[in-house]
């Protein structure tokens, strides 16, 4: 079992109005960050005991975290059905409050016009002077400004606003104020009544919208630079102010230094290979390929959400960042070049003699996904420019012990991919593909792993050495058994 070792039996009673795939969703995505913390503290520590402490020292009980997280998932629906259960308990009272109330008052109202009827009577015979019809016209002005007053005091006291307001920190939740975010602010419901409010956080990082309708609400934060919080959801109770601190990064992300190792055990050992890893995200229906780089930042806080991400986007469409984020990789000698691009984001020819080895390359700090890795022989280097011309790549994929075939369209993100000369399949294995998929394989170009010990991203910080390790798999020829003990990347 993959650690940490939770299962959907470790949460709460399932409740009918759950959905079904919940507690496998939260397993999942906390036993990611858990595997990447893990592999973080190992680049420190090998010990793997001192470095699960760590993780759980940094992190806390996972299994608590999963409950807190079911939790938060469901906390809406739970207070709704005791809301629901509150508020039929107080109509039903206040049913029988009000028969009772309309009963008295219809008493007395008959009394009232009883006497009214009297006095009515009385007064018919008597003679009425001229101030007196004056005096009566006074009185009842006076009634009918109090009584637009009493109206007006209902009406603002039926719609009660409640204040809702975020506190916006840097780094961590005793940070500085984090100044200049803009944050809009969607309300949630069933009818007509949805609007949406933007405000900017000021210079003490209070980030107000002043007050609102209670319900439900939907919030999207952008820092001033191309920067976004995963949307945030969350309710508000009659009656009651909300507020909560959000922890938002201190600026645009640092370039650090990443070295890349290459373990590759079955080598051809009489060939020189490269490995082209291109980072780029292409940014969908533009008119024309806009490139950008995508890291994302993780803050831990203990309040209605442990986890924050935030997304920053590098445009890569001017001249001084055109080609970042595309490398070449030696694999005998463990050294990095940038990798030339055209104008237009296209791949380039390469001639070796003309490129600037380093033993590490700059890349922003965040996580990073897997990028597309190319495996290259030497003298394919020189038509890298054909890369350009493909659009798909069939790939064979291998998920906890089944393989199965795809095609594949760029940007082919965690493949690795040989665009010149096709993978080599055991014809047993080949023939096992072809019965059970409906197209039949031709040119097995692709290879990518989606196992849960195989798959895996990459933080870089500035306060650690970054190393970034790329596993490859036995690709030459692929079995069923190929890769079973060897991570992709």
Known sequence: MTWPEISIDDFPHRRDDEPSSLRQDIIDELSDHFACALNRELLKNPDEATAKQRVL???????????????????????????????????????????GIAWSMMQRSERVNQSMLEQLAVMADRPVPAATTNLDQQFLKQMEVMMQKQIAQADSSSGAMNPVSFQLVQEEES?????????????????????????????????????????????????????????????????????????????????????????????????????????????????????????????????????????????????????????????????????????????ENIDLQKLVWQP?????????????????????????????????IETLTRSENRLDLNKDGKPYFGIIISPFEQFQIEPQLLKSLDKKNSTPAKQIHGYRENRPDAVSHYSSRKDQPNVWEINIPDLFPITQESGSSNKSF
């Open 175 to 347: 940070g500085k104020p984090a100044v200049g975010f803009s944050g809009t602010l969607t309300k949630i419901s069933a009818g007509d009544g949805d609007f949406e409010l933007n405000a900017v956080s000021d210079e003490n990082g209070q980030l107000d919208f002043g007050r609102l309708p209670w319900g439900k609400y939907q919030m999207n934060l952008r820092a001033p630079w191309n920067g976004h919080l995963n949307t945030l959801n969350f309710s508000t109770l009659p009656g009651r102010k909300y507020e909560d601190t959000i922890v938002c990064p201190a600026g645009v992300p640092e370039d650090v230094s990443v070295e890349f190792q290459v373990k590759w055990p079955a080598q051809p050992a009489d060939e020189n290979f490269y490995l082209l890893c291109d980072f780029r995200h292409v940014e969908p229906n533009a008119p024309t390929k806009e490139y950008y780089l995508q890291v994302v930042q993780s803050f831990m806080k203990n309040s209605a959400w442990p986890y924050l991400f935030w997304t920053y986007k590098r445009d890569l469409n001017q001249e001084l960042t055109r080609g970042r984020g595309v490398f070449l990789i030696d694999v005998k000698k463990m050294q990095v070049a940038p990798c030339p691009i055209t104008a237009e984001g296209d791949y």
């Open 360 to 392: 590490t390359a700059k890349m922003l700090q965040g996580e990073h996904f897997r990028p597309a890795i190319y495996l290259l022989r030497k003298s394919e280097l020189a038509k890298l420019s054909e890369l350009n011309s493909i659009t798909t």
């Open 57 to 99: 020292n940094q992190f806390g009980d996972p299994l608590k975290i999963a409950r807190q997280l079911w939790l938060e998932a469901m906390k809406e629906k739970i207070m709704s059905q005791r809301i629901m259960t509150g508020i039929s308990a107080v109509m039903a009272v206040c049913c029988i409050a009000v028969v």
